[in-house]
T-cell receptor
């Protein structure tokens, strides 16, 4: 069975602090895909990143970076110099490649509050 | 621009009533999904479809049904609404390419907040 664990229910930081959101996953598959989505207070879900299991290179996009480590089954998300606009719920998700199309298994989400 | 829409955005209904939530996408995606979002659970898959006339049960399908008569629409029906179905419902769609089955991100609609009294 697949499982995604986001152990941090809620994190509060002060603007300009760096913050890391943890994601640990479980899967028996050797080929799989990991995703991060952002849900701002307005409620929509915004795709942030996709990573396949064969690519362990870290990725950086502006203030966002992702650290993928297969050895620890983790796909952590770091926001550098956080801003108030980063306040949102962040979801990590895992996709099973054995089926045609894709199903996502989501973690419970981490609420990030950035205070000015 | 292609998009995915849901209606209504808010719905209040009574226990035992039948409710249908609409989902319409203009991406021409084969894959469509329904999730519910509840605090502490993230998003959980209710039903999904890989194409016209195809429907499949997800993790929390009891009390829900879907039908897929065309590419654009996947309505979600609550046959007899229960208070436990009070939630925010999200529809999503994604492309499907043989050999890249799980690669494509899902695009989400704005959500429907359903309250069952």
């Amino acid at each position: 069975a697949q499982k995604v664990t986001q152990a941090q229910t809620e994190i509060s930081v002060v603007e300009k602090e760096d913050v890391t959101l943890d994601c640990v996953y479980e899967t028996r598959d050797t080929t799989y895909y990991l995703f991060w989505y952002k849900q701002p207070p307005s409620g929509e879900l915004v795709f942030l990143i996709r990573r396949n299991s064969f690519d362990e290179q870290n990725e950086i996009s502006g203030r966002y970076s992702w650290n993928f480590q297969k050895s620890t089954s983790s796909f952590n998300f770091t926001i550098t110099a956080s801003q108030v606009v980063d306040s949102a719920v962040y979801f990590c998700a895992l996709s099973d490649p054995l089926e045609y199309g894709n199903k996502l298994v989501f973690g419970a989400g981490t609420i990030l509050r950035v205070k000015s | 621009d292609a998009e995915i829409t849901q209606s209504p955005r808010h719905k209040i209904t009574e226990t035992g009533r039948q409710v249908t939530l609409a989902c319409h996408q203009t991406w021409n995606h084969n894959n469509m999904f329904w999730y519910r979002q509840d605090l502490g659970h993230g998003l959980r898959l209710i039903h999904y479809s890989y194409g016209v006339q195809d429907t499949n049960k997800g993790e929390v399908s009891d009390g829900y049904s879907v039908s897929r008569s065309n590419t654009e629409d996947l309505p979600l029906t609550l046959e007899s609404a229960a208070s436990s179905q009070t939630s925010v419902y999200f529809c999503a769609s994604s492309e499907s390419h043989p050999g890249q089955a799980a690669f494509n991100e899902q695009f989400f609609g704005p959500g429907t907040r359903l309250t069952v009294l």
